[in-house]
């Protein structure tokens, strides 16, 4: 866990890292939780902070950790970057997706193939429909090809 002089170095190195950027961008830096740091960012042209299918956030996120970890000499500290509230709504639609898909595959007792995604999307995926009785789900194929497939259960 953090102390109120670890977050608010970890708040005045975040601020400075995108002062130093020529983006026009709002960034608020939110109080730690466990490990992880959460910055939220308002910007009018969030697509280049976010990238094709939030590549782009992803590796600024690993980008502010080593940041903060050389810098203050952490043992482990996590970031989550969010850009327009990018991932909050991605979340929404992936939870949606899942619904929508495992009830088909129980209304039709065929498998589903869900298109290529990254290992959190996935997990998301897998997470929704956990409790569900009616179908199961699973990871195949290789990165970055990997998918999820929704299968009826046996």
Sequence with gaps: MFNKDDFQKMKALIEEFFKKTS?????????????TVFVKIK??????????????????????????KRSLKLEEVYV?????DYKKRKIEYLRELAKSAADEV????????LEPMP???RRI????????????TESIGKEPKRRVVIK???
């Design 23 to 35: 983006f026009e961008l709002e960034v608020e830096v939110l109080p730690p939780k466990d490990q």
């Design 43 to 68: 910007t009018p042209e969030p697509k280049v902070l976010i990238g094709k299918n939030g590549q782009a956030l992803f590796d600024l996120q690993r980008l502010l950790k080593l940041i903060l």
């Design 80 to 84: 989550d970057v969010d850009v327009n």
């Design 106 to 113: 129980a209304l039709t007792k065929k498998e589903k193939v």
């Design 119 to 121: 290992s959190y999307e």
């Design 125 to 136: 995926i897998h997470l929704e429909l956990a409790e569900r009785g009616d179908v199961i």
């Design 152 to 154: 009826p259960y046996p």
